[in-house]
């Protein structure tokens, strides 16, 4: 057997490219698909898992800090999910439906300011015949201390917030008498307060 | 436009670079065209440094690459194809071809890939050594041995076929 010189070889391979190439056709298809459709054909891409977990959690993590943040301003204790409704409460009258030894809460929302107001003037004890001037002095002292302990105290509160979460709602008063004060939702118009306090409101709030 | 006068200049030796890797015409025809596309989109990026053909070519062998990296990952990272991964299509279904041409081409394509490309650039399409090294990313001290290997396992494949000097031009 005699072996093939280069030269040989690189004769062979030189025509061996001819019956590859594309017929008249083949060629003329193509310069069609690439200079007068020049749009390549649509492809299918494939969902890589990857990349799509990687999206998905920064897409979440986005979103809570998107809800923390927006949650945060004046009630940070509303914290999580907990939406801003302040806007829907301008115009709200709450007015206190149960009855307490100091407090006859009515209170008014207007577009930037609480207004509080405490109707009970302490009538268990004035007027009473019955009593002496000390025990009516005793009683108004008394009075005066349990009044002092309750949240809310009355007066204007600007730049109030209202956070729901779920049926929770958070009332918060900025400055320096300020409180924080977080009612039940328990009917449609009915709430009740922290500290047991019922209310009703004059409208429907979100 | 000079990407429509290269098409028209280089896109036979292209698709017949790439038909005789990937054997299959409806294949080599959409590599040629996303080789083509790409030559049209990155017109502008072409520098000149090499010959437009050179540069053409190199597109079409990373294009080529690609299409193996994605379909047939093994055969890539092994440098040889896999008879067992499925049968391959006979040159006869390739191209038509002379019972000579068909045993050069099936010789061929029973080296590693490495070797095939360097056979296929410099042998076949006629590059020089400095330009299938630009085409393969090279350098021309690697491809001149590798083209040295590459000659060598396939005069040895030739002649385990049974083809000789003698029995070349008697076929």
């Known amino acids: 057997m005699t072996h093939f010189t280069d030269d040989e070889l690189t004769r062979q391979l030189e025509a061996l490219r001819k ?15 690439i200079f007068v459709r020049k749009q390549p054909a649509a492809k299918r891409r494939s969902i890589h898992w990857k990349p799509a977990l ?57 577009e930037s300011t609480m207004h509080v107001e405490n109707t009970n003037v302490g009538a268990s004890f004035m007027g009473n015949v019955n009593i002496t001037q000390a025990e009516v002095e005793k009683m108004a002292e008394d009075y005066q201390t349990k009044l002092a302990k309750m949240t809310m105290q009355a007066g204007d509160y600007p730049n109030y917030t209202v956070k729901k ?9 900025p400055g320096e008498n300020g409180f924080s004060y977080t009612l039940t939702k328990t009917a449609p118009r009915q709430f009740v307060g922290e500290d047991g306090i019922r209310y009703s409101v004059n409208n429907y709030t979100d | ?33 996303e080789t083509f596309m790409k030559v049209v989109e990155k017109v502008h990026q072409f520098e000149g440094k090499a010959a437009a ?11 080529t ?28 279904e390739t191209a038509i071809l002379s019972e000579q041409e068909a045993e050069f081409y099936e010789a061929l394509r029973r080296l590693r890939k490495s070797h095939q490309q360097v056979i296929m650039l410099r042998h ?48």
Not at chain 2, 5 to 33: C, K, P
């Open chain 2, 65 to 92: 690459m690609n299409h193996y990296r994605k379909k047939h990952p093994l055969t890539h990272y092994l440098d040889r194809e896999l008879p067992l991964l499925g049968t391959q299509p006979s040159s006869e």
């Open chain 2, 53 to 63: 053909k050179t540069w053409i070519f190199r597109i079409a062998y990373t294009t």
């Open chain 1, 54 to 110: 990687i999206s998905f959690l920064l897409l979440i993590s986005i979103v809570t800090t998107l809800t923390v943040l927006a949650g945060k301003p004046g009630a940070p204790n509303a914290g999580w999910f907990a939406k801003d409704v302040t806007g829907s409460w301008a115009g709200i009258i709450m007015e206190q439906t149960s009855d307490h030894e100091v407090a006859g809460y009515y209170i008014y929302f207007d």
């Open chain 2, 1 to 33: 436009m000079p990407a429509e006068q290269w098409f028209n200049d280089y896109a036979g030796a292209v698709y017949s670079y790439i038909l005789m890797q990937v054997r299959n015409r409806h294949t080599a025809e959409e590599l040629t065209q």
């Open chain 1, 19 to 33: 019956p590859f190439e594309p017929a008249p056709a083949e060629k003329r298809a193509m310069h069609h698909a």
């Open chain 2, 124 to 171: 076949i399409q006629g590059f020089s050594t400095k330009d299938t090294a630009a085409i393969l990313g090279s350098s021309e001290g690697k491809v001149k041995m590798s083209l040295k290997r590459a000659l060598d396992a396939f005069k040895s494949e030739l002649e385990k076929g049974g083809m000789s000097r003698d029995t070349l031009h008697r076929r």
């Open chain 1, 165 to 173: 979460k779920k049926d929770q709602y958070t009332i918060t008063a």
